[in-house]
């Protein structure tokens, strides 16, 4: 496929971009034992590419160990120590990123993530099998939730990032915010984790 270029004297190596071609994808690592780990590690790259201080490949080691070791990411509890004693290394990097528990109805916090526009979201713990009623296995399992594009030409919305889907039901890691999401939280009694950028209004 050629490229579009654009034509000028002495411009000939001028490519034009589409608007889609400067995004950055952000990526949902999938595991079955650091759920939260993995929808935190996401929520704070998504937080931090929205207020444009995300350099991906370069910070990278600071969200590893959220999604590959339990100690750090396999479980809400284990996101929020690994947050309160990371906090002090994000900010010297330039992330000013705020986290805060609460236990808050489904609703609040999804109208709250939603008047962020991409600043703000929420790592919910939720029950694996009313999320995904087909599969069999049970998962200490978490989700995030944010502003973001579901496919890359796409209107900002409100998604949920599962950072596992399961196996047998064909469900994306990235989808609209589904009506069960309430149910399945409130069996944590509706705890969940905010994360912000701090000094956004």
Same mark, same amino acid.
């Given at each position: 496929?050629?490229?579009?270029?654009?034509?000028? +004297?002495?411009?000939?190596?001028?490519?034009?971009?589409?608007? @889609?071609?400067?995004?950055?994808?952000?990526?949902?690592?999938?595991? @079955?034992? @650091?759920? &939260?780990?993995?929808?935190?590690? #996401?929520?704070?790259?998504? *937080?931090? #590419?929205?207020?444009?201080?995300?350099? +991906?490949? *370069? @910070?990278?080691?600071?969200?590893?160990?959220?999604?590959?070791? &339990?100690?750090?990411?396999?479980?809400?509890?284990?996101?929020?120590? =690994?947050?309160?004693?990371?906090?002090?290394?994000?900010?010297?990097?330039?992330?000013?990123?705020?986290?805060?528990?609460?236990? /808050?109805?489904?609703?609040?916090?999804?109208?709250?993530?939603?008047?962020?526009?991409?600043?703000?979201?929420?790592?919910?713990?939720?029950?694996?099998?009313?999320?995904? +009623?087909?599969?069999? /296995?049970?998962?200490?399992?978490?989700?995030?939730?944010?502003?973001?594009?579901? /496919? +890359?030409?796409?209107?900002?919305?409100?998604?949920?990032?599962?950072? =596992?889907?399961?196996?047998?039901?064909?469900?994306?890691?990235?989808?609209?915010?589904?009506?069960?999401? /309430?149910?399945?939280?409130?069996? #944590?009694?509706?705890?969940?984790?905010?994360? #912000?950028? &701090?000094? =956004?209004?």
């Amino acid at each position: 496929m050629a490229e579009s270029r654009l034509r000028s +004297p002495g411009d000939d190596d001028v490519v034009l971009e589409r608007p @889609q071609d400067s995004r950055v994808a952000i990526p949902v690592f999938h595991t @079955q034992t @650091q759920c &939260a780990g993995s929808a935190a590690a #996401y929520l704070l790259r998504r *937080i931090a #590419y929205r207020a444009g201080a995300y350099a +991906p490949g *370069i @910070q990278e080691y600071v969200f590893f160990e959220l999604s590959n070791h &339990a100690v750090a990411g396999g479980s809400i509890d284990a996101v929020q120590r =690994w947050f309160g004693a990371k906090v002090g290394d994000l900010q010297e990097m330039g992330y000013r990123l705020n986290a805060r528990r609460v236990a /808050e109805p489904t609703p609040t916090i999804l109208e709250w993530v939603k008047e962020g526009r991409g600043f703000r979201g929420a790592l919910i713990p939720t029950n694996f099998r009313k999320l995904h +009623p087909a599969e069999s /296995e049970d998962v200490m399992h978490a989700v995030a939730v944010a502003v973001d594009r579901l /496919e +890359p030409g796409a209107d900002e919305q409100l998604v949920m990032v599962d950072p =596992w889907p399961g196996v047998a039901n064909g469900a994306r890691d990235k989808t609209t915010v589904p009506p069960v999401l /309430e149910s399945a939280h409130r069996d #944590y009694k509706f705890n969940a984790i905010i994360f #912000y950028w &701090a000094g =956004w209004s």
